[in-house]
């Protein structure tokens, strides 16, 4: 999938007459263009909703919304949702195939899955890496994802945030759990920095975001204390300033947009794969 986007002609028909729709009820750059690029790069035929704009704003609920949309034949739903378990939901009580592109605190997996590609093509491994994730920990679906996917391929995962967005129980996910944010650096091979999710904060996790970037922001010096050869993730969108300085984010050791090339590649293998019940094996 990766080689069809270095082709000057990024179009392959393994997809054609096939319809994805992709349903999104929260903002979205990254996850919703990739899933799009994909689409187009497989000749799917692609519907695109934005809840702003669409009968939801009239009261239309989201299973009335969802099976109109499945009375036009979709063989795929993309989903994102602000509410945990929605793509479950609709899995559920729909014929088309869902896949989940965000719901809430929960899971983002396709997000796990392109940050795993970017870790191994950089390693050419996972296991026996050691992944520090931190930041907004509590809120985070990629979190949850990247956790359930890095521990089972092999790699040693610690997360670390202040204690009042550190999950009490989240150690019993297989991780260490730390609120030191240089512990939590040391002998790192891959630096994963999470946005401060400040649209799900109801109330203030931490006195200011000045206190934050000084305790848990990600600069060059702090990044001194993992390996050598550590490089540095984020899922984006970035605050800058706030869990990453931009001489971090825009160094060469960011691999931070090569993620995201990364999820075009895997959301075209995860749609692929789906429709088709096999994996790809090249049109040549
Ligand atoms: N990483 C990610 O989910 O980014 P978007 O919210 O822009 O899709």
Redo the contacts with the bound molecule.
Sequence with gaps: MLSIGRREMKKVPALRGRMIVNLFF?????????FETAQKWLSADSLNFAAKGSSVEKGESLLDTARNLQAMSPDLIVI?HGTAGVPHFLARNLKAGVVN??DGAHE?PT?ALLDALTVRRHFGRLSELTVAITGDILHSR?VRSNIWLLTKMGAKVRVCGPPTLLPPRIAEMGVEATTDFDAALEDADVVMMLRMQLERQGSSFFPSTREYFKRYGLTAARLARARSHAVVLH???MNRGVEISSEVADSPRSLILE?VSN?VAVRMAVLYLLLTGHPWEGDA
């Design positions: 929260e903002a979205s750059t990254r996850t919703r263009f990739s994102r592109a965000g983002h997000q990629v899922p984006g969108p993620q999820g």
